[in-house]
Antibody
Framework: EVQLVESGGGLVQPGGSLRLSCAAS????????MTWVRQAPGKGLEWVAN????????YYVDSVKGRFTMSRDNAKNSLYLQMNSLRAEDTAVYYC????????????WGRGTLVTVSP | EIVLTQSPGTLSLSPGERVTLSCRAS???????LAWYQQKPGQAPRLLMY???SRATGIPDRFSGSGSGTDFTLTISRLEPEDFAVYYC????????FGQGTKVEIK
């Protein structure tokens, strides 16, 4: 089955760190750009970061630059998001998603993992 | 950053009705790099359209997309019960951004 499964979310204090993981299966993971998108409770979608097939290019939304680091391990079919210096406004469901073959739209999504930043 | 504005915020409709959702960009979206997603409560978004008018795999043909430049539209020709959801547009001509969403609710 083609799927993405996120893990690693939870409750963390402001200023803390968390590492999210995303396990891919059912497709050739190393052939796709991958992305993280987040959704604050009751709010819309926000693109967070993406990474090229071989990890040589990464891009981030301005609000997380210098705090979040995206990486991947193609041998393990896994995607990661290291989140440091977390703020209350980072509270959201974090989705990993696969890029389409001809552009930066997202054609496969995981079910998401909730990150809550609170004292 | 390209800002996408969706309208209306909420639509109250009945099954069988035709729906037209609007997505307007603050600047031109290159090469019609515009996608639409559907999201139901507690679920991840699902890709409906990409390239403004291409349906994603498995999307029924009652969904259609159009537009170019700064104005884009998603049309549902006849609302089915499973179509009541929130719809988001997303541009990917530059750093990806999403609209704020349009909720289609049952009247």
């Amino acid at each position: 089955e083609v799927q993405l499964v996120e893990s690693g979310g939870g409750l963390v204090q402001p200023g803390g760190s968390l590492r999210l993981s995303c396990a891919a299966s059912g497709f050739t993971f190393r052939s796709y750009w991958m992305t993280w998108v987040r959704q604050a409770p009751g709010k819309g979608l926000e693109w967070v970061a993406n990474i090229k097939q071989n990890g040589s290019e990464k891009y981030y939304v301005d609000s997380v630059k210098g705090r979040f680091t995206m990486s991947r391990d193609n041998a393990k079919n896994s995607l990661y998001l290291q989140m440091n210096s977390l703020r209350a406004e980072d509270t959201a469901v974090y989705y990993c998603a696969r890029h389409g073959t001809i552009g930066w739209y997202f054609d496969l999504w995981g079910r998401g993992t909730l990150v809550t930043v609170s004292p | 950053e390209i800002v996408l504005t969706q309208s209306p915020g909420t639509l109250s409709l009945s099954p069988g009705e035709r729906v037209t959702l609007s997505c307007r960009a603050s600047q031109s979206v290159s090469s019609s790099y515009l996608a639409w997603y559907q999201q139901k409560p507690g679920q991840a978004p699902r890709l409906l359209m990409y390239g403004a008018s291409s349906r994603a795999t498995g999307i029924p043909d009652r969904f259609s997309g159009s537009g170019s430049g700064t104005d884009f539209t998603l049309t549902i020709s006849r609302l089915e019960p499973e179509d009541f959801a929130v719809y988001y547009c997303q541009q990917y001509g530059s750093s990806p951004t999403f609209g704020q969403g349009t909720k289609v609710e049952i009247k």
